[in-house]
């Protein structure tokens, strides 16, 4: 996979996330996201360990909350998120 490719994705993953996030994370996974588009593509990987932290969040935060269609809808863009980072090899497949 190219570079580009690889930052293009992910950022779209983090757009994704960004849009299912609560008030308090949606600085963060911007933030994030600027990282990703402006950083070399050997900080990837790390950001996106730090986007599945910041998902996982996410989807507590909404449990706790007791809000299930949020979190169906955080929980579904968590998944897509990991997947695209196990098959870019970002994340190990744990």
């Not at 008030?23 to 990837?44: I, W």
């Amino acid at each position: 996979m190219t570079r580009q490719y690889l930052i293009g994705e992910l950022s779209v993953r983090l757009e994704q996330l960004q849009a299912v996030a609560t008030s308090g994370t949606v600085k963060d996974v911007a933030c994030l996201r600027y990282e990703v588009e402006g950083g070399p593509v050997t900080a990837l990987a790390p950001a996106a360990e730090r986007a599945i932290a910041l998902a996982d969040s996410l989807c507590w935060e909404s449990l706790a909350a007791g809000d299930t269609p949020t979190f169906c809808r955080q929980a579904a863009v968590s998944a897509e998120l990991r997947l695209f980072g196990v098959c870019a090899r970002l994340l190990d497949d744990e």
